[in-house]
């Protein structure tokens, strides 16, 4: 570091969000452009050199943290991308997306606002682009050997990195019509744009990975075929199955899943249709579910012209602070936090049925009504008790042309076949069961990322993706020089 006094003399400052007003008249990354790099080395000055750094474990990339903050703050960028890539495929997915379990485990969070770690990342991926530090790195030999990789989320693609970079022809099967999983039709471009993605891709195919897309392995082809073609086969299909709301009232019109309206958000910003069949324009909206994939439905439709909005959450409003008791640093805590997007309804106050950043906490839907014509008109909910047992007296209804319910995934969507086909055994949440070497019940066929661990996050992706590379390496040739992660990767979700 080059001050050791950073911590103690440069208060934390995050990257600035444009204004709430200019940012949801388009579909930009909300962070104002130019505006990261001016701040970040005084920034990364602030990590204290705590000499057993708990952010580098609370990393499931085991991101080498306080390496990189040491060079940024003496503005060697070219050896802080190479510190960062070298246990991160893709950090400028990361640096924009993840919640950065990392920050809460940093020493200085004891009794300090942490490093802001995440933009050091983001700012370190991005100059690193910038400057041409992250050339394509195709094998030098090929080994021989071929692997399938089925689906293109962050695991998919960072394990067909490393196999591609390890000499190994890769092929990925992906069924829509683009690379990127979740990143490419679930995630907003107002959280990450989708060059960011473009430009790995482009990166990936010079380094020798094919990509098969439109291509449904189980449906488009077979999945025993793929088995029989291919030396290797990683399962990377994610956990889309989404979760319903059995409630009555749920089969009026204007009832829809997250997933089903994000990607055709999506698919307008990309150009592929001009105005969304599901758009909230004009509607009242109620988002039914608390999580991150509700805030993104909330962003989209604040973004889309919505009448009002509301997004429902079934727990009550956490605390601002860490309960030092039960969650005491350096877990990762459960607190209010304020998404960009939760920012944006509050300051336009788009639900005046609901709290101040348009989220209604302790409520649970009890049912749905609608018009003449099937359409819906009300939801109807409840205040509920920390038990989920309702408050009497609590009942009331809110308006409701709109509907998304994002109340997570429960497992592998299986309408293709894929698990079938190929008799794969799974655990009794329904996620593809493979050994501790990421290994399926089927020789050859591996499995990583949401598919099997259920959804997660991206860094989780991203450093699966990694670990059932080094393993399926090894598979192939005996042994592997490709790094993996330290799991455990059946460590419990606690991000
Ligand atoms: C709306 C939303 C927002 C999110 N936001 C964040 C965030 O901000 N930060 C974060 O860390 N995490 C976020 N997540 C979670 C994160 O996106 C996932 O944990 C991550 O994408 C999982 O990666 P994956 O590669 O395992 O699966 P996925 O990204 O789901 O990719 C799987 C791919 O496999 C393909 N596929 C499936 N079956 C087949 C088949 N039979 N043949 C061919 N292809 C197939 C699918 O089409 C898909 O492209 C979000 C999730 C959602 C739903
Ligand atoms: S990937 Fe996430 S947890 Fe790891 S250093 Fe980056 S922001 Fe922190």
């Not at 060697?76 to 997915?93: G, I, K, M, V």
């Not at 897309?213 to 077979?222: L, Q």
């Not at 889309?304 to 640093?329: K, N």
Request: aromatic share 6%.
């Amino acid at each position: 570091m080059a001050d050791p006094k950073g911590f103690m003399t440069t208060p934390r400052q995050e990257w600035p969000r444009r204004p709430v007003g200019e940012r949801v008249r388009d579909w930009d990354e909300v962070y104002v452009p130019g505006a990261l790099l001016p701040i970040i080395s005084k920034q990364a000055d602030r990590c204290m050199d705590c000499g057993v750094p708990f952010c580098h474990d609370a990393c499931p990339l085991g991101n080498l943290i306080p390496e990189w903050n040491d060079l940024v703050s003496r503005e060697d960028w070219r050896a802080a991308s190479d510190r960062l890539h070298a246990t991160n495929n893709f950090p400028e997915f990361t640096g924009r997306l993840c919640p950065a379990p990392c920050e809460a485990g940093c020493v200085l969070a004891i009794n300090q606002p942490a490093v802001t770690i995440k933009n050091v990342e983001c700012a370190v991926a991005d100059r690193a682009w910038a400057e041409g530090f992250t050339p394509p790195r195709p094998p030098e030999r090929l080994s021989g050997r071929t692997v399938a990789v089925i689906g293109s989320g962050p695991t998919g693609l960072a394990a067909a990195q490393q196999l591609t970079r390890a000499g190994h022809t890769v092929a990925v099967f992906e069924r829509d019509d683009r690379p990127g999983g979740l990143m490419r039709y679930g995630i907003p471009a107002f959280k990450m744009e989708k060059h960011h993605l473009e430009r790995r891709l482009e990166q990936m195919r010079a380094e020798g990975t094919k990509f098969r897309t439109s291509t449904a392995v189980g449906r488009d082809v077979g999945a025993g075929e793929l088995r029989a073609r291919y030396d290797a086969v990683v399962i990377a299909t994610g956990a889309t199955a989404w979760r319903e709301l059995p409630v009555p009232g749920r089969e009026l019109s204007g009832i829809h899943q997250a997933m089903e309206y994000l990607p055709l958000a999506n698919r307008v910003c990309e150009g592929d249709i001009e105005a969304s069949p599901l758009s909230a324009a004009g509607r009242h909206v109620v988002i039914v579910g608390g999580g991150d994939t509700g805030a993104d439905c909330l962003g989209t439709a604040v973004r889309e012209g919505a009448a009002s909005v509301t997004q429902l959450d079934i727990y009550a409003q956490p605390e601002e602070e860490r309960d030092e008791d039960s969650e005491p640093w350096p877990t990762y805590p459960k607190i209010y936090r304020l998404s960009a997007a939760h920012q944006e309804a509050g300051e336009l106050r788009t639900a005046p049925a609901a709290d101040a950043d348009a989220r209604l906490f302790a409520a649970s839907t009890l049912r749905f009504t609608g018009d003449a014509e099937g359409r819906v008109r009300w939801l109807h909910l409840v205040e509920v008790d920390a038990a989920r047992r309702p408050r009497p007296g609590t009942e009331r209804r809110l308006p409701a042309g709109l509907v998304l319910l994002a109340l997570g995934f429960t497992g592998p969507d299986r309408a293709d076949g894929l698990v079938d086909q190929l008799g794969l055994d799974l655990t009794p949440r329904g996620t593809v069961a493979r050994d501790a070497g990421f290994a399926t019940n089927v020789p050859g066929v591996f499995a990583a990322g949401d598919a099997a661990r259920g959804q997660s996050l991206i860094v989780w992706a991203i450093a699966e993706g990694r670990a059932v590379a080094a393993a399926v390496d090894r598979h192939l040739t005996g042994s592997s020089s490709l790094p993996a992660p330290i799991g455990p990767y059946d460590r419990p979700m606690t991000v």
